[in-house]
């Protein structure tokens, strides 16, 4: 009877260590698993524009939030500053119309417009949006 018992016994502790054999084995796989597997995206940038076919571009800087910002005019072939300019408080986004005779500013801080002629860059007009409007982007469909 004791060698039933003690093989019986032995049969058990064999189960128990299989078991646990068989729970550690899992807990090493799903902790070996918790990486998560993240795609790189490798940017191929194109050719870029040739800057001299546009002839000037406008920087557009803020000056901090209490004080006005400003926009330079650059002359991109001769690398020249043609004037700087006055805007709104805390500019964030410039656009030309297409023939270049007009550009908007939008001025988040003092929700304005700045509109100014290139060809004069000291000179400038302001457009007053409702209260909270805080402008981010400005886009014009004007032609002339």
Known sequence: MASSFSHADSAGVARRLTW???VAALGIIESSCGDVYRPVAQIIPGTPPNPAAVHFMAAVS????INTGSASRIDV???TSLGV???GLM???AALIPNASKMYIANFGDDTV???APSNPTVTST???PQGAQPVFVHSAEIQ
């Open 20 to 22: 646990i054999a068989f």
């Open 62 to 65: 803020t000056n901090g939030t």
């Open 77 to 79: 072939s001769g690398d």
């Open 85 to 87: 300019l006055q805007t």
């Open 91 to 93: 500019p964030v986004h």
């Open 114 to 116: 700045t509109e100014n």
């Open 127 to 129: 457009i007053s949006l």
